[in-house]
């Protein structure tokens, strides 16, 4: 027979237990250990949805002018492909890579819309190298605005900052084109990489300081001649867009690497906000705003 004292024991093991285990589930990853790759697949997810609390970030209002994207009538049937001499589906490509959720376009209709791991339509996510077209973007508005002459230009032209280091003789085209042939390392789990390096700079909110280390990097190549992919060229190319928005991004955005980021994070959650908006609309209406606070 268990007696009473032997079942408040077993009892009180138990509500430690349980509060042991809640206590070990992490809410949300912090920067460095986003970037270290060491997340459970849940606290991956829970972090990703509220990733406007790793770094500080600015609300970019939706454009006037922004038009919706239907639905097809014809939606996108399963697709099959080949890879490594293997045959896969779209289902497979989900679930392969865990893919959250993918949105298809076919002549400005929504053929595909799919949410997966626990997300869905409102889920805040973060876009990250989608600020690299909006920073191309700016380039092509301040070409066609006369503010850049030429692609063909050197980049220290524009900014100054990188004048005698290894962006001497680069220009604006190999800037955007991630051929500048500057030495760089994007390896995310190597803390000794220059991607981590930047991170440790973003985190220290410190404005001028990632343009100041991407003039310390020195050459791998000769410009044009090495493709590498280099997220630190990101924030090179937003420098040389501000001389068309007539404000320094870096400092709107403290150093932190929010500024363009930011725009474009706030306007891939307005998208998934019914109705939906797509990007044409919303970069008039941007690039119409930089101009106005320019003159």
């Known amino acids: 027979m268990i007696s009473k004292t032997s079942v408040r024991v077993v009892a009180c093991a138990l509500a430690v237990l349980c509060g042991a285990t809640t206590g070990l589930a992490q809410d949300v990853a912090k920067p460095r250990q986003v970037y270290d790759g060491a997340m459970t697949p849940d606290l991956e ?19 006037n002018s922004a038009r919706p994207l239907p639905m097809a009538k014809t939606p996108l049937k399963n697709v099959q492909f080949e890879s490594g001499g293997k045959k896969y589906d779209l289902f497979d490509y989900l679930a392969l890579n865990r893919v959250a959720g993918l949105l298809i376009l076919k002549n400005g209709e929504v053929v595909l819309e799919d949410y997966e791991l626990g997300t869905g339509p409102s889920t805040h996510w973060p876009s990250y190298s989608m600020a690299k077209s909006a920073s191309s973007t700016l380039i092509g508005a301040a070409l066609q605005d006369g503010s850049i002459a030429s692609l063909d230009d050197p980049v220290a032209k524009y900014v100054p900052v990188l004048k005698g280091g290894g962006y001497e003789g680069v220009s604006v085209r190999n ?17 000794k990489s ?8 973003q985190l220290q909110q410190k404005p001028g300081s990632i343009l100041a280390f991407m003039a310390s990097l020195p050459k791998a190549g000769a410009p044009g001649t090495i493709w590498n992919y280099n997220t630190g060229e990101t924030f090179v190319a937003q420098a040389a867009g501000t001389i068309f928005v007539g404000e320094d991004l870096e400092a709107m955005g403290n150093g932190s690497g929010r500024e363009v980021a930011a ?25 119409a705003g930089a101009r106005r606070r320019r003159h």
């Open 45 to 63: 997810v829970r972090t990703f949805a509220r990733s406007d609390e790793l770094f500080p970030v600015r609300l970019v209002e939706k454009g």
């Open 175 to 191: 800037v955007i084109q991630m051929a500048s042939g500057v030495k760089w390392d994007e390896t995310y789990t190597d803390p």
């Open 194 to 201: 220059d991607r981590r390096a930047m991170l440790e700079i």
């Open 263 to 287: 725009g474009i994070t706030e306007w891939s959650r307005l998208c998934r906000r019914r109705p939906r908006r797509d990007a044409t609309g919303f970069w008039k209406d941007w690039i």
